[in-house]
């Protein structure tokens, strides 16, 4: 039987900051893997090809650049606790939940930028600067392909959770996990 939650919630959100860093981080994971989904079918030939791989590998980086912010910026602001009424394995399940999340994030791109750089391909910034090149190691570059490849199916799956679990929140639970990561609205209780 699960604890049913109080009439009146009053949960304490997460801050602006990163609430903000958290949604970009959405918005730029969401655009990285349907480009990655793109340019991998895409014939060597393909008009555009180089653009695609380029987008992929920028925005995979600027993901990175986000998560470890997330990190800096959460290890000085404490996120706010779980809510009481919350089971122990539904608090348990979220928190393995985003320790996974943010631990994918980083193996992603960096297996990413390794198989690249260390594969002789040099990692531009949008065309902006190249960043600077690994040795060629080509036993390097394939374990960091098979690390890039298998891990977008942890990805699947933890996203898939992820957004599984605010489900369970909104429509199940209906406690106001989901307002925890949004702005307070101006006319709310
Ligand atoms: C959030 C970060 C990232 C995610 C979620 C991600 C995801 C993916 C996915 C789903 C694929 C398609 C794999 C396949 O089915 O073949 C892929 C391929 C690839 N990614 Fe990423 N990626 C990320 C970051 C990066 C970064 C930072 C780089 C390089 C700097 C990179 C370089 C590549 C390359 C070169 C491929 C093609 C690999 C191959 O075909 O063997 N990725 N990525
Ligand atoms: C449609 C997409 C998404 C929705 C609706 C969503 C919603 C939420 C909500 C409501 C929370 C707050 C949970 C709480 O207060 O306990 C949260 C936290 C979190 N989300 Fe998402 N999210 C989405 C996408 C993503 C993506 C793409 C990532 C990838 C990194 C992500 C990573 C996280 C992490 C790591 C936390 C925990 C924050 C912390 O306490 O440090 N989310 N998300």
Do not use: C
């Not at 981080?25 to 090809?49: N, Q, S």
């Amino acid at each position: 039987m699960l604890k049913s939650s109080p009439a009146t919630l009053h949960l304490a959100r997460h801050n602006q900051v990163q609430q903000t860093l958290h949604w970009l981080t959405a918005l730029v994971i969401f655009t990285v893997l349907p480009l990655a989904w793109v340019m991998v079918h895409m014939g060597k030939e393909a008009h555009g090809r180089d653009l695609y791989f380029t987008a992929h590998k920028s925005f995979g980086l600027v993901a990175l650049a986000l998560i470890v912010a997330r990190l800096v910026w959460r290890a000085i602001h404490r996120p706010p606790p779980m809510p009481v009424w919350l089971e122990k394995w539904e608090t348990g399940l979220a928190h393995a939940t985003h320790f996974l999340l943010y631990t994918i994030f980083i193996i992603m791109p960096v297996s990413g930028f390794i198989l690249s750089s260390a594969g002789g391909h040099p990692v531009s910034f949008f065309g902006l600067f190249d960043f600077p090149q690994l040795p060629k190691n080509k036993e390097l570059s394939e374990i960091a392909d098979r690390i890039h490849i298998f891990g977008q199916y942890a990805v699947y799956a933890f996203l898939a959770a992820h957004i599984l679990g605010v489900v369970w929140h909104v429509a199940y639970r209906r406690d106001g996990v989901l307002d925890r990561m949004l702005p307070k609205q101006v006319n709310a209780e």
